[in-house]
């Protein structure tokens, strides 16, 4: 069954700082991955994604993910947070064939200090 | 752009009741889904449609059901609502064939409902 684990639940990071959100997937195949992220009241919007190819891959707001397949992981990095940076996000890998269903971590909060 | 609406952003209900949330999604998608997010616990899937009247069960369809009659709604009904359903609802849709096809689109997501069951 694939699963994703995103380890840290809470982060904080100074505004202008690098940022760095883990995952960590597990995936019988070659997995499709995705980070969303969550403003407060908001629904989910997705950051990147990816499906083959580069394995560093561009998103939207000046983040970026990289894929590897060595380690299952597909880190999310930012090297400069702003304070509109601050929300919750979430990493997924999906979907099976014959369906499309995504599994999603369980979160990580950023908070972002002046 | 891919819209994708909820019904209500806040609902408040009481214990036994019925409650319908519904979500609708002006893409034309096959594929809908219903989540429940709880805190610590991320997005779990309630039940997922990839056609219409055609449905099947997520991770933890107890205590739900569900209702697509035309292909651009579906529908999340709690037959009698409980305090442990209180949570955050949140509607999505894609097209078909995400990975079959090598569609490369992904899942849209609606503002998402909070309900809270007293």
């Known amino acids: 069954a694939q699963s994703v684990t995103q380890p840290d639940i809470h982060i904080t990071v100074s505004e202008g700082a690098s940022l760095e959100l883990r995952c960590n997937y597990s995936?019988?195949?070659?997995?499709?991955l995705f980070w969303y992220v969550q403003s407060p009241g908001q629904g989910l919007q997705l950051l990147l994604k990816y499906f083959s190819g580069d394995t560093l891959v561009q998103g939207i707001k000046g983040f970026e993910a990289e894929f590897k397949r060595s380690q299952s992981s597909f880190n999310l990095r930012k090297p400069s947070v702003h304070w509109s940076d601050a929300a919750e996000y979430f990493c997924?890998?999906?979907?099976?064939?014959?369906?499309?269903?995504?599994?999603f971590g369980t979160g990580t909060r950023l908070t972002i200090i002046p | 752009d891919v819209k994708v609406t909820q019904s209500s952003r806040y609902l408040v209900k009481r214990t036994g009741e019925k409650v319908f949330l519904e979500c609708v999604q002006d893409?034309?998608?096959?594929?809908m889904f219903w989540y429940r997010q709880d805190p610590g616990l991320g997005l779990r899937l309630i039940y997922f449609?990839?056609?219409?009247?055609?449905?099947e069960k997520g991770d933890i369809p107890e205590g739900y059901s569900v209702s697509r009659e035309k292909k651009e709604r579906f529908s999340l009904i709690l037959e009698s609502a409980s305090t442990n359903q209180t949570s955050m609802y949140l509607c999505a849709s894609t097209p078909r064939g995400l990975r079959e096809f090598g569609n490369t689109d992904t899942q849209y997501f609606g503002p998402g409902t909070r309900l809270t069951v007293l």
């Open positions: 449609s990839y056609d219409v009247k055609m449905k």
């Open positions: 995936y019988g195949a070659t997995p499709y």
């Open positions: 997924a890998v999906g979907p099976n064939f014959g369906n499309e269903k995504l599994t």
């Open positions: 893409m034309d998608h096959e594929n």
